[in-house]
């Protein structure tokens, strides 16, 4: 009887989860690539501040 080949086996998991994260980070760049045309509309509309760190009074 031949015996199990854990090796291989550990590595097809390890494969098997490497191209699952990799999947996962491009589905998520996917998704940060459409926000920015709907994000960037809002931030056109913001008020623009030179001084954003100084308070109103000063």
Do not use: F, I, V
Request: positive net charge.
């Amino acid at each position: 009887m031949a015996t199990p080949n854990y090796g291989y086996e550990k590595r097809q998991r390890e494969l098997a989860k490497k191209k699952k994260k990799e999947e996962k980070l491009q589905a998520k760049s996917q998704r940060k690539s459409d926000e920015p045309q709907a994000d960037g509309a809002a931030d056109q509309n913001a008020p623009a501040s030179d001084d954003a760190g100084t308070p109103a009074g000063q």
